[in-house]
């Protein structure tokens, strides 16, 4: 019974805090659209083409960086991790690491060349700009409301 109990709160804790990031990641998201699209001054029209394009190459980066990661690490802790890894092994994860990479630099290729239909040069050179003022202000943010003690 403690057990079955213990298990039903593990769980409880655990789905929580998984639709916990799942808000958080939303809510992430929603403060990324806002920002993107004022530092870009995007108009509706533009707005309207803009973010269904942006979010299918950046959904897919975004996959293919976790895929990366994670592949990785299950790679070296099944391995035993680095000191244990063959030479042979050590190629083969470097082989799929630069097929991922690869990937992620074909995606931002295809989102710039399909939203310079849509928008200037110049708005993409802004978004550029713009995604990695974001993510600094998330760490920023991030790191802030860690060192205060909250989540």
Avoid: C, H
Avoid at 71 to 80: A, P, T
């Amino acid at each position: 019974m403690k057990n079955t109990l213990a298990i039903l709160l593990i769980l409880l804790f655990v789905t929580s805090n998984s639709f916990g990031q799942q808000i958080n990641r939303q809510k992430i998201k929603t403060l990324k659209t806002a920002y993107i699209t004022e530092a870009l001054s995007l108009k509706p029209k533009e707005a309207e083409k803009f973010w269904p394009i942006y979010n299918l190459y950046s959904e897919n980066i975004q996959k293919n960086k976790m895929q990366l990661e994670s592949g990785l690490q299950r790679e070296l802790n099944f391995g035993g991790g680095i000191e244990n890894l063959s030479d042979e092994d050590a190629k083969k994860l470097i082989q799929k690491s630069i097929q991922f990479e690869k990937q992620i630099a074909e995606d931002k290729i295809k989102l710039i060349e399909e939203l310079s239909t849509i928008i200037s040069n110049k708005k993409i050179i802004r978004l550029k700009i713009a995604e990695k003022q974001f993510n600094i202000r998330i760490l920023q943010e991030y790191g802030k409301r860690r060192r205060m003690g909250q989540n």
